[in-house]
């Protein structure tokens, strides 16, 4: 069974920084695409970032060059850094993780963790 558990939200003022850590457990190590996702009050699920078993990484446009996703394979743990982050930056954040490593977007093949939530003031 797949288990994520995302920590490392919070508030900020515009500018700031925070890192997101995501620990999964139960998937297949072996292929795999992890995603951080988000979601704003009234808005839809995008995708922020994503990383597969080979290491390829993806990111939404508007995240380009601020944020950075990695992953440290022995801690089985996904990291969002996060900088120069934006009042529009303000979301849930989600990790999710997937058997398809061409990572679609959207699929309903991801399983979720809980979200944890960033709050980015002007």
């Known amino acids: 069974q797949v288990q994520l558990m995302e920590s490392g939200g919070g508030s900020v003022q515009a500018g700031g920084s925070l890192r997101l850590s995501c620990v999964a457990s139960?998937?297949?190590?072996?292929?795999?695409?992890m995603v951080w996702f988000r979601q704003a009050p009234g808005k839809e699920r995008e995708g922020v970032a994503t990383?597969?078993?080979?290491?390829?990484?993806t990111y939404r446009a508007s995240v380009k060059g601020r944020f950075t996703i990695s992953q440290d394979n022995a801690k089985n743990t996904l990291y969002l850094q996060m900088d120069s982050l934006k009042p529009e930056d303000t979301a849930l954040y989600y990790c999710?993780?997937?058997?398809?490593?061409?990572?679609?977007?959207?699929?309903?093949?991801?399983?979720w963790g809980q979200g944890t939530q960033v709050t980015v003031s002007s």
């Open positions: 999710a993780v997937t058997e398809d490593w061409t990572c679609p977007l959207p699929s309903a093949s991801y399983s």
């Open positions: 139960g998937y297949n190590q072996k292929s795999y695409c």
């Open positions: 990383i597969n078993h080979n290491g390829a990484i």
